[in-house]
DNA sequence: CCCCTCTGTGTAAACGATTACATATTTCGG
DNA sequence: CCGAAATATGTAATCGTTTACACAGAGGGG
């Protein structure tokens, strides 16, 4: 492996010049830095990221730390966020953690001189283990906000987007909408039941016990959720579950017993999966803009990087968007259209 | 940031022995080992391992250098490198990267310093580009394998999935068989075309060149060559997509068409993305261990990594499997059951 | 009792870069 | 023509570790 030392003693300069060359620091002669220049290509002399980060203290990475995450959303917050990196000249190191205590701890400590920054997720919220990271590096967190603590952080607008689903389900004449709630633990959950209530509120109903059922965003729990809320004496006219994969386990149910969709019975999720589009029929849903919330994130972190002094934390939501389709209106046949943007897949 | 250092000084050691109780290395008394462990945890002392690599020029870091995927693939991929490196305490670098010439240089050289090897994938083939990677450093190369070079690397066995497929539908009684192909210059796309016309060939089918259309992997492309075929004088009976997209393409030209599904036409596709089994009919495909597919590439580098000298380069295959859904035979409607292994997404 | 081995510890040289400071040469105003 | 300022380059310290080597004291065999 070619070394500094090396291309110096090649071109007969000290390391120092060929240092200022290649970085464009200090006064340098044209010539010497035209010799310098060929040695180096010559020599094929790539500079040891590892060794300038030592001296200059910066590695120009973000350490990213994730749970256990499926899909799309994987994908696409990843890719947000490396957009925005590599716009800025950073790299991401990558680390799917548990998001207990001991996982999150052992992945920062693994960071340590390896990244500048992190960005971490970690939606099951365990309020310990997040708040005495021992960090003493920037850290933005997603999904997942410890209300009221000093520390950056980007959200979902969970509560908004389920109120405004729930408001539509209204506008549509439904009294009795359910709601099928994720985990009890989960931070998004949490939000998404309290707009689901909120909205039911604004519209002058009464909230009812019986229409609140427990799910942990499975397709199964959304399924047998839906078997129990048929089963009910007093029927809802529309299920709202706090995800689409639940939604979808409803749609199975639904199908199964023979329920008119939308005709009987409304159903509506959250995320605007993919698949959401192309269910029978299509399901409405609370679109999420996951690769912009990667972005946001990677913006608010190399902020806090560069500014190290004079960053003020925040606490920022985006927004997201409804998406109407056949499940919750019988509007004339939405076939999903060839799809020109994404469907581009590798294979 | 406290350093091993400080840890020294507040124990009345010198830096060696800190370092030796810390990484179990060296002889010392079990009395200095209890003092230094205490005091470390005092001051929370946490190694810094850009300083650590820089000596024992180990990152234990894996770069990953993908081009630009959407959803499942990149996903899954990722899902399985992460586990073999975590499993052997590597982490992951990962960069998008453009599949040419420039872009793949650019991003070797940003990793150098940084990574113990790297796992690179760029499926539109530029031999070019792939092939004098300036590289010192182990290196997979994955899904795009210029053939008989002595490098590593890791593919779907595609010719055999495809050529399975294919005999899947002449045994079902098909003798015009359409292929919608990927773009030119994609490795998956030309050994899928391999494996359709080894199919036909064995069958003793004479190839048809009507029978194939070009495509480019996207859903559009699959519905205006499903129109194209459709409007042939002589129709074919089935029709092979060489991905999935393309297949979900083909689907809504012919549902527009009014076309019968698989009575008129059957229709397979390849990968087995998640949305296959939701179509409508449920849609036939080749399956792709992709989690597998990364898990065994990681696997290859670090064998390379730690063997470096006698690693016998190889050039290695994943299988695929076959997936038989209504699409391809009119079986007993097949609905999909409630999705209780991977359904759980995170939001 | 001497020498050798073993144990426990410290000193200092790496690793590959950046950069403050020193030095030598040139330029130029007065 | 002198001294200051500007230009070009080199020397060496530094970043936070690991580790080869040196050394001191203890224990043991001959």
Redesign the interface.
């Known amino acids: 492996?070619v070394t500094i030392k090396d291309v110096a003693r090649e071109a007969n300069v000290s390391v120092a010049t060929v240092s200022r060359v290649l970085n464009g620091s200090g006064p340098v002669s044209d010539e010497t830095k035209k010799l310098i220049r060929e040695v180096a290509g010559r020599m094929?002399y790539?500079?040891?990221?590892?060794?300038?980060?030592?001296i200059t203290s910066k590695?120009e990475?973000i350490g990213v730390l994730l749970?256990d995450?499926?899909?799309?959303?994987?994908?696409e917050v990843?890719?947000g966020m490396?957009d925005t990196a590599?716009k800025n000249g950073f790299?991401?190191?990558?680390?799917?953690a548990y998001a207990d205590r001991h996982g999150i701890e052992t992945a920062m400590?693994?960071?340590?001189?390896?990244v500048d920054g992190v960005v971490a997720m970690s939606?099951d919220l365990d309020e310990e283990s997040l708040l005495n990271l021992?960090s003493?590096i920037p850290v933005v967190l997603l999904?997942s906000v410890p209300r009221g603590y000093d520390i950056d952080s980007l959200t979902?607008h969970n509560s908004r987007g389920a109120r405004e689903m729930v408001a539509h389900l209204v506008s549509l004449g439904h009294r009795r909408i359910a709601i099928i709630k994720g985990s009890a633990r989960n931070y998004?959950a949490a939000e998404r039941l309290r707009g689901y209530r909120t909205a039911l509120k604004d519209a002058g109903i009464a909230p009812d016990p019986a229409l609140e059922r427990d799910g942990?965003?499975?397709?199964?729990a959304?399924?047998s959720a839906a078997l129990e809320l048929l089963a009910l004496a007093d029927r809802p006219t529309a299920i709202f579950a706090a995800?689409?994969?639940m939604a979808?386990?409803v749609l199975?149910a639904l199908?199964?017993s023979g329920v008119d969709i939308p005709g009987e019975m409304a159903v509506a999720g959250?995320?605007d999966?993919?698949?959401a589009r192309?269910?029978?029929p299509p399901l409405s849903s609370v679109h999420?803009p996951i690769c912009e919330l990667g972005a946001r994130a990677v913006e608010m972190l190399l902020h806090g990087i560069t500014h190290k002094n004079d960053h003020q934390r925040r606490r920022e939501r985006v927004s997201t968007e409804l998406v109407i389709r056949r499940s919750t209106s019988a509007m004339p046949a939405e076939?999903?259209?060839?799809?020109?943007s994404?469907?581009?897949?590798?294979?």
Not at 69 to 74: D, P, S
Not at 335 to 340: A, S
């Open positions: 492996m094929r790539v500079p040891h990221s590892g060794a300038r980060s030592l590695t990475t749970p995450l499926y899909g799309e959303f994987f994908s990843i890719r490396d590599q790299h991401l190191l990558i680390s799917r400590k693994a960071m340590r001189g390896r939606p021992p003493t999904c979902i998004d942990d965003f499975t397709e199964a959304g399924y995800n689409d994969s979808i386990g199975s199908r199964e959250f995320d999966i993919p698949l192309y269910m029978d999420v076939r999903p259209p060839p799809n020109l994404r469907a581009k897949s590798p294979l």
